[in-house]
């Protein structure tokens, strides 16, 4: 019971770094309209890699509650 609570909470935190990266895109380079690279610095490295780490999170606790 206890890691269904953890994992809601851990959705929400994934849906809102989400939602903040993608604030930070425009409509023509999600659909590779920009063909810039350019590396990821400061706040966008942060929401970056915690996107990734709550993904993983995410993924291991639902695997547990499914045991």
Do not use: D
Not at 34 to 58: D, M, P, Q
């Amino acid at each position: 019971m206890l890691t269904l609570i953890f994992q809601i909470i851990v959705s929400l935190a994934l849906i809102t770094v989400i939602i903040l990266q993608a604030k930070g895109t425009g409509l023509g380079a999600s659909f590779g309209g920009s063909s810039n690279y350019h590396t990821r610095r400061g706040i966008e490295k942060t929401l970056f890699t915690a996107t990734i780490i709550l993904a993983l999170v995410f993924v291991v606790l639902a695997i547990v509650n499914a045991f």
